[in-house]
């Protein structure tokens, strides 16, 4: 036997962990089925990413290679609590028995099914897993994305005619920047695909532009920016609509000829004064002014707010107002505004992702409204815990730790714990999957090919790049597509209420081809360019800037853009009534790190070591008031818990504001993530409040009223 090593090769990758699906130069060695990642770059040659990467990119290869990430299909017992590996029929059988016989004695809805974050990042899961889901004909499905971005979509859907025409800031060629809540320098943009931002903010800086962060943290993005104003959580709309209010009273408006209920929404906006707005914000009325008629000169500005703004009690309130300061000022559409993208799989025009639909029914026990299809996750344990017709008796978590990632989680958990059967696909036994009864793990990020559908379609530029798979798949091994394929198609034949034999006919052939094949169909449909293509060209191919495209490119019945929206003209009301309450002392927001992706990286060491990020940042003048010391553990403490944690005192929070970090405490993994257990911190959303709900159904995790006592 040879004692020679095989040559390093270079191959390139995709990180597709968060939205900045950064294109990367991989160094690979080892021997056939034993290769390993040694080497990871930025790829300069990638016409999106241009080269950047960020820590999580670095560690690709130690996520493939964690030693606790789940290669086999493992069963639980549930009377010793102890788990084992059992082959993929076994596996997939045992599944498919138990949420067949769900459905088959208590009806469709005793299935709930949670979406987790990675799902969006996955090829799979767009082509087939979204098949799965709906072919189990469920109302109890939920995902995280009313924990993020509904307010997003739902805001979308009224204005523009589809939930995922989400206008872009032009942020290569504006020439003014404004950002609400929101942190791309730790992100990599969200709702904004923009890989290498700090490069970007400063080529804005180079050219004479403005960035301006309004914040009630001085975040990595605030440090850079050329201003930065505190405001209180939650009530950045009063800003918003003081903005709104500003150019109507200073006649700065300019909307675009296709845009109607400019009138209405001048008069709803009448008492959004400046003052008003400094009164409930803490922000200068002379600075909102001022603020404005910047944004209104500019050559070329753009609003933008993202994960601040929606996860409080006005998230759809603030979308909607961000949007309608943008279209006023005549800066949507325009060249260094917003505009929307032209992505070679379009999304919209394809009708590949369907429009958006809000309140075709409600939730059984609260009756809290649906958006696309899904409920709002905050619902998720009551409609476990409370008996009646309809009731979850059964779960299917796909990619996703709600216990550590949604409102009030050490209830979902015991909720969790008390369903007849419970089955997961996922990589990591986790604080949600350690309730499972069977776990399937599907290949990782470099064992399958990718193609990013959604966010080639919020990008900051037209690209296009087709990924294969690094390594090939494991033989012992399943894709997450042939999972839910598997999964669909043996349930279907179990239930006793089948589907009719043609739709079942129709379902296995289109769960039948590969994600692959079905990309290579959807670029030749999209007539942009060709997976050939793409194979020939593996860093990506350009296809050029953003450009004005409206209004043929609206989905509206009339193309034309209503800004007079009754269900937000409507949500003032209570607004003005919230405005007009006594506010908490102290109150809770999150933050994240360029590290941390919410809450399934900790477990690889490259990127938890370091200073310790969980502290609970607390203003200098709090700490002295409370008692506290700097370094000291206190009590936090909300309606529905408490948590015991680390203080820092930092003047980068506003007084009267306390911050946990997203994503932390994984002390309850139960063994399953070893590097994680040790990293110290508390959940966040063992303090958030499921009842705090904003009208589109999204959760409020900002804002929550809390007390801090010294331990």
């Known amino acids: 036997m040879s004692s020679e090593r095989a040559v390093p090769r270079t191959t390139l990758g995709v990180c597709n962990i968060c939205e900045a699906i950064c294109g990367l130069v991989l160094t690979i060695e080892g021997s056939p089925g034993a290769e390993r990642v040694t080497g990871v770059r930025g790829n300069p040659d990638d016409p999106l990413s241009r080269g950047h990467i960020c820590p999580k990119g670095v560690s690709i290869g130690d996520l493939h290679e964690d030693p606790d990430r789940l290669r086999r299909p493992v069963r639980r017992d549930r009377a010793t609590d102890q788990w084992s590996e059992i082959g993929w029929d076994e596996a997939l059988d045992l599944v498919a028995d138990n949420i067949a016989a769900s459905i088959n004695e208590h009806g469709k809805d005793s299935l709930g099914i949670y979406l987790g974050n990675p799902n969006a990042h996955s090829l799979g899961s767009a082509t087939h897993g979204i098949r799965l889901v709906k072919a189990f004909r469920t109302k109890n499905r939920f995902s995280a994305s009313s924990v993020d971005q509904i307010p997003h979509q739902l805001v979308a859907s009224l204005l523009f005619g589809h939930q995922l025409m989400i206008p872009i800031a032009d942020l290569d060629r504006t020439s003014y920047f404004l950002v609400f809540g929101a942190n791309p320098m730790a992100s990599n943009g969200s709702l904004m695909t923009v890989p290498d931002f700090p490069q970007r903010i400063r080529d804005l800086k180079a050219r004479g532009g403005k960035m301006v962060v309004v914040d009630p ?164 344990a009551e409609e476990i815990e409370t008996p009646g017709e309809g009731q979850i008796r059964s779960a299917l978590v796909i990619a996703g730790n709600p216990v550590l990632s949604t409102p009030d989680g050490k209830r979902l958990g ?47 530029r037209n690209t296009a790049r087709f990924t294969p798979a690094v390594f090939d798949k494991p033989k012992d091994a399943r894709h997450d597509w042939e999972i839910f394929r598997e999964l669909t198609l043996r349930v279907t034949e179990r239930l006793e ?46 296809l050029g800037p953003l450009r004005p495209t409206l209004p043929g490119r609206l989905q509206t019945k009339d193309q034309r853009i209503d800004l007079a929206q009754p269900l937000m003209l409507a949500d003032l009301d209570r607004l003005r009534e919230h405005v007009g309450e006594t506010p908490a002392p102290l109150v809770l927001i999150g933050r994240r790190h360029q590290r941390d992706n919410n809450s399934w990286m900790h477990n690889v060491p490259r990127l938890t070591k370091g200073r310790p990020r969980h502290q609970l940042f607390m203003h200098p003048k709090d700490v002295a008031e409370h008692g506290v010391i700097d370094g000291g553990r206190v009590r936090v403490t909300s309606r529905v818990g408490e948590v015991e944690v680390e203080v820092a005192a930092t003047e980068d929070v506003m007084p009267g504001v306390v911050c946990l970090p997203h994503g932390y405490g994984h002390q309850g993994a139960d063994g399953g993530m070893r590097n994680a257990a040790r990293v110290p911190g508390v959940s966040i959303n063992d303090l958030t409040d499921p009842e705090r709900l904003d009208v589109s159904g999204n959760a409020a995790l900002n804002g929550v009223p809390v007390t801090v006592t010294p331990i």
């Open 414 to 460: 015991k909720a969790l714990e008390s369903l007849d059967f419970l089955a997961a696909v996922d990589i990591y036994r986790n604080e949600t999957t350690r309730y499972a009864d069977v776990i399937l793990p599907p290949t990782t990020i470099l064992e399958r090919d990718h193609y990013d559908i959604v966010f080639h379609g919020l990008a900051v």
């Open 217 to 380: 943290r001085r975040t990595e993005t605030a440090k850079v920016a050329d201003e930065h104003h505190f405001v209180r959580p939650g009530s950045d709309a009063t800003v918003l609509l003081a903005m709104l209010n500003v150019l109507f009273d200073e006649d700065l408006t300019s909307p675009a000829s296709y845009v109607d209920g400019v009138e209405v929404v001048r008069a709803a906006v009448a008492d959004f004064t400046p003052e008003y707005a400094e009164a409930a914000s803490g922000l200068d009325a002379e600075v909102i002014r001022r603020l404005t008629r910047e944004l209104a000169a500019a050559d070329g500005a753009a609003a933008y707010g993202r994960l601040g703004l929606s996860t409080q009690g006005f998230g759809s309130v603030c979308q909607w107002a961000i949007n309608c300061l943008n279209i006023l000022t005549g800066n949507l559409d325009r060249e260094g505004g917003a505009l929307f993208t032209e992505p070679a799989i379009d999304f919209v025009a394809t009708g590949l992702v369907g429009r958006g639909h809000f309140d075709k029914y409600r939730s059984r026990v609260r009756g809290a409204p649906e958006y696309g299809g899904e409920l709002p996750v905050s619902v998720f």
């Open 497 to 542: 209420q089948k589907p009719p034999l043609k739709a079942r006919l129709l379902q296995r052939l289109a769960l039948t081809p590969s994600p692959t094949f079905l990309i290579g169909a959807l670029l030749r449909r999209g007539r942009r360019t060709t997976i050939t293509e793409l194979r020939k060209n593996p860093a990506g191919v350009d």
